[in-house]
């Protein structure tokens, strides 16, 4: 009794030999990278430590030294200490809901010293900063755009007699403007500076 084409088919294409190697080792992970619409962050991505883009870590990494027996023969043994992280539900006054993170416990003992997660992320202290890494700064400005946030920095502005920013669209147009003039400026300084040949014969 023959098998069906479509699997008989299916049994000669088996191959006992992998077509592809085999590997023990992992995937390289894939640094988180901010959107478009977001201000570059000034310190840039962790790529010592990947996972600490994917959460608050407040600039903890994974250390490393030795474990120092106390038999007989006082050896030591390398090892290491991963941070503390937990994924906690944080409420968040300004975008009105829970947030998920993955949060370290000291980063959760600093934000409820700090009265909450909004006054965490807008603090502008360049520690604070620096300790919030990609995904505090892209968390930091979804707080910054929301109505209750921008009520209160406009209060603080008339409050100081600072005078009211220009809206993203005119602040690209004078980014615009600036970048143009810069070019202008160069391309005019390399005419200055070009050798002048006379048509001679050499």
């Known amino acids: 009794m023959s098998l069906p084409f479509s699997l008989s088919q299916a049994f000669r294409s088996l191959s006992l030999t992998s077509r592809r190697s085999f590997s023990t080792t992992l995937a390289p992970q894939k640094t988180n ?3 478009e619409y977001v201000p570059p962050y000034p310190y840039g991505p962790n790529h010592l430590y990947k ?4 959460g608050l870590y407040g600039g903890a990494m994974i250390r490393f030294g030795n474990k120092i027996s106390k038999g007989k023969n006082e050896g030591k043994t390398r090892r290491s200490w991963k941070p503390n ?6 409420w968040s006054d300004a975008l009105n809901k829970f947030l998920f993170i993955k949060v370290t416990r000291r980063v959760l ?3 409820r010293k700090s009265g909450g997660l909004d006054n965490y992320l807008l603090d502008d202290r360049p520690g604070r900063i620096k300790e919030l890494g990609i995904f505090g700064w892209h968390l930091r400005w979804q707080v910054m755009q929301t109505p209750k946030i921008q009520e209160q920095m406009r209060q603080e502005r008339q409050r100081l007699g600072l005078p009211e920013p220009p809206s993203f669209e005119e602040w690209l147009k004078q980014k615009e403007e600036e970048i143009k003039e810069k ?8 005419d200055k ?3 002048f040949y006379n048509n001679k014969l050499y």
């Open 183 to 190: 070019v202008e400026e160069n391309i005019n300084i390399k």
């Open 193 to 195: 500076t070009k050798p």
């Open 51 to 54: 996972q600490s883009n994917s």
């Open 33 to 35: 990278t901010l959107p």
């Open 109 to 111: 003992r600093t934000i």
């Open 85 to 90: 992280v937990r994924r906690k539900k944080i």
